[in-house]
């Protein structure tokens, strides 16, 4: 498997221990309910090996963004009840316990028996000792368990006490499926791709981007620039973006980018024609034009009919392609047919697909195209990280085999 050299759980015997694992229950909510469960679910197989083999299993997670401390909307109650469902009839506790790991928590964990889960409460309630990985919380996590599994890869990305710091204190650690599922997939694209590989990046941000604009240029045949921040690329072409999104302290980087493509013989693609609106609205005023001819005042929010031409058919041959990001406000319909072409080109394609989280896993989705893809990767943030070429920290600090 690409690049992993990690113990996993099919290296570990959890009988009769108590095996703490770090899932990603982070499932989108509404007024308390559950609208997604696809993290649920991405996490079953692990949970499942574990409770066959008669390991008393302890989950925990984090949930949201909690400013305010514990608050009842961020609880992982709900998830819990939904584990409940998938797994029936293994028992499946919540303890709830503003403090993560408590007296009452400890006793639940010290009278499980083989085969049971107990879910604790959000990580996040415990604020900064969370996700400043502190030591303290760290110690309280590690004192549950024989054993750590680290199976969040949206989450890997970042060094908090239940992904990294917690490994400092547990002897045996391993990776758990959705774990290796992740970087196989996303390693294998990168690290071994079927050529012709294509990369597609889109969204607003090309600050959080340009990293992996850098390394995928070392290793794909073409990269696409949509959405957003195609914007800041123009400007460095000399075009007029009107009121298009532009990262101005970016340009001269994106300039970089483009002049290290063609030194590098990659086809680089960027828009050739845009839905420009004349704000930033649904039900904005629109029309399509060239990317040369933005007029003032007009705003680019998607791709245009040519461009979606053009990125499909360097979709068509392709051996591999990654996407990140959505190519244009593909939450509102009139400028979401470039997000929705893409799509449909790369369900289309032959080719190894990898969709990495966040808008574009999304848009995936909600076309129902999600079952024609190789992979949708459950972690943005993480899955950008990877194709950047980091070593993620959830990753780097569990045991070697
Ligand atoms: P990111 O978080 O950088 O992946 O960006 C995702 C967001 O980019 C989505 O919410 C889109 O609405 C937004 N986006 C995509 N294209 C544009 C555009 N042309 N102008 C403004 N926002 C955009």
Redesign the pocket.
């Known amino acids: 498997m690409a690049g992993l050299n990690k113990v996993t759980v099919d290296d570990i015997d959890v009988k009769g221990k108590k095996v703490l694992v770090r899932v990603d229950f982070n499932v989108p909510m509404k007024d308390g309910v559950i609208t997604n469960d696809n993290r649920i679910q991405a996490a079953l197989p692990t949970i499942k090996k574990l409770v066959s083999e008669g390991g008393k299993v302890i989950l925990c997670s984090h949930l949201g963004k909690p400013k305010n401390g514990p608050e009842a909307k961020f609880s992982l109650k709900a998830a819990a009840e939904r584990l409940a469902e998938l797994v029936a009839p293994t028992k499946v506790t919540f303890v709830p316990s503003d403090k993560v790991v408590d007296d009452s928590v400890k006793a639940a964990v010290d009278a499980m028996q083989d085969g049971e889960i107990i879910v604790l409460e959000n990580t996040r309630f415990r604020g900064a000792e969370e996700t400043k990985n502190g030591e303290e919380f760290s110690k309280e996590l590690a004192s549950l368990a024989d054993v750590f599994v680290m199976d969040a890869f949206g989450s890997a990305h970042r060094a908090h006490a239940s992904t990294a710091g917690v490994t400092k204190f547990v002897k045996t650690t391993a990776v758990g499926y959705l774990m290796q599922k992740e970087i196989q997939f996303l390693g294998n694209a990168v690290e071994d791709p079927v050529r012709p590989f294509v990369a597609i990046l889109?969204?607003?941000?090309v600050a959080?981007?340009l990293n992996v604009i850098s390394n995928l240029l070392e290793k794909c045949d073409t990269l696409i620039i949509?959405?957003?921040?195609?914007?800041t690329f123009f400007k460095a072409l000399g075009h007029e973006i009107g009121t298009?999104?532009c990262e101005d302290d970016k340009v001269e980087l994106a300039k970089e980018m483009m002049d290290k493509a063609k030194a590098k013989g990659i086809n680089f693609l960027i828009p050739v024609d845009n839905v420009v609106a004349t704000e930033?609205s649904a039900d904005s005023e629109w029309k399509i034009v060239d990317s040369d001819d933005i007029p003032e005042g007009w705003?680019?929010?998607?791709i245009g009919p040519k461009s979606r031409e053009l990125f499909a058919n360097a979709v068509k041959n392709a051996g591999t392609v990654v996407w990140?990001?959505?190519?244009?406000?593909?939450?509102?319909e009139n400028?979401a047919n470039g997000t929705i072409a893409v799509a449909k080109a790369v369900a289309d394609s032959n080719a190894i697909s990898i969709i990495g989280g966040?808008?574009s896993a999304a848009a995936v989705e909600k076309l129902g195209f999600a079952d024609k893809m190789t992979h949708i990767s459950t972690g943005?943030g993480a899955s950008l990280e990877f194709l950047e070429g980091l070593e993620l920290p959830g990753i780097a600090c569990l045991n070697e085999k």
Do not use: T
């Open positions: 889109g969204g607003a941000k959080d981007k949509g959405g957003g921040m195609a914007y298009s999104i930033y705003m680019g929010l998607d990140n990001g959505p190519m244009g406000v593909s939450e509102w400028f966040g808008d943005g």
